[in-house]
Structures are given as C-alpha cells and as structure tokens.
C-alpha cells in the first residue's frame, strides 16, 4: 500500500490534476525564453492572454508587433479535407503570412480546390501582400479570403496600393465584425482546462473600431 500512496504525487506531478495548472504556466514561460528570436510559432490554440491583446482592434497598436494568424484550409479535390491552426512571428524574419505559404501550405496541387480563411491581427505589410498577390495570380485554384482585426499603416500610398493588388489578385479582404472575434476565440484560444469554457466578452470599443476600419477600407479599395 505504502508504493502505491508514494506513486499517487508522481502521477499528479505528470500534468494531471491539483496543481498542474501551475506546472503548465511554468513550462510553458520556459518554453518561450528557449525560442531562439524570430521562430515561427505553430500550434494548435493561442493563449487567451496573447488573442486578448494582439487581436483587439485598436487604432494605435503600440507593442502589438507580432502577427498572429489563426487559418482553416478547406481543401476540396479527390479527398477533401479541413485543417486548422495558427502562427505567430515576430516582425523581423518571416512574417506569419509567408510562413503559411512556407509551411503550411508549401503547393497547390492542380485540380484541388484550396479555400483558405485567414483571421490575422492586423492587415499584411507590403511585401507579404506582395507575395500574397503573386501566389493568387499563380495558383488558380487557392481562394484566400483574409478577416483583419486592424489595418497596418493604411495611410501609407505604398500600402494602399499594395492592399489594391490584393483584390485584383482575387484575394478578399474583410475587417473583423464582433462575431468573427468570438469565432477566433472558441476555435483557435485555448480554454483553461477543466473550467467552463468561457463565452467571449467584447472589449468596449469592438464595434466602432471595426466600422472605423471597414469605412478607411472602403476608401482604400
């Protein structure tokens, strides 16, 4: 009996029950320090801390520098498929969006039909948008659809006309309404284990910050 009441705190220990919330908060800081800079970072549900932050769709996004990039690819050809997940960068190297055509989706068959919807923080800088155009224009069968929690330096000409190629691409670009920020945060935010999952409760100003950025992207486009 003795064995057996000294092998229970082990078991705790691995991850399970009483204080594994705290041991998770732990591993998880160590785990981020260890990232060498600028490591694309993939996973299957974003702390509910870093969505609460970068996503709000604020006009003055101070310290918001990274991209998150939440995606669904709904792959329709002999098999279809969905897959889900998001990516995170740091502004430096590769950005998020190119990471995805790095990483998650490296070719496009032909004959497969790829739907792709993006829900990224903010809109893409220039030469992702760049990339994103050519990668329309060459793959005849890749939809992207991208939901934009804020638009990134749209007063720049640059910018704007970037964001116009886009669209000419065929790329369609929206701003995030209220329900598509509650969306990204029942599929893509983790949950704290074993709590109720916490309905999504919009910051104050959700609603005109996203009537602000539709109106400027109306303009743009």
Known sequence: EMAEKQEE???????????????????KKVKREDLPPFEIVTGERLPAIFFKFQFRNVEYSSGRNKTFLCYVVETQ???????????????????????FFNSILPRCEAGVR?????????SPCVSCAQRIS????????????IM????FMWEEPEMQAALRTMREAGCKLRIMKPQDFEYV???????EEGEEVKSFVPWEDIQENFQYYEEKLAEIL
């Open 185 to 191: 945060w029942q599929n893509f935010v983790e949950q």
């Open 114 to 122: 790829y739907d792709v919807t993006w829900f990224v923080s903010s």
């Open 9 to 27: 705190p082990s078991n705790a220990q691995n991850g399970e029950p009483d204080n594994a919330e705290e041991g998770e908060g732990k591993k």
């Open 148 to 151: 934009v929690g804020r638009l």
């Open 77 to 99: 050809g002999k098999e279809s498929a969905t897959s889900r997940g998001y990516l995170e960068d740091e502004h430096a190297a590769a950005h998020a969006e190119m990471a």
């Open 134 to 145: 050519e990668t329309l224009r060459r793959n005849k069968g890749l939809r992207l659809t």
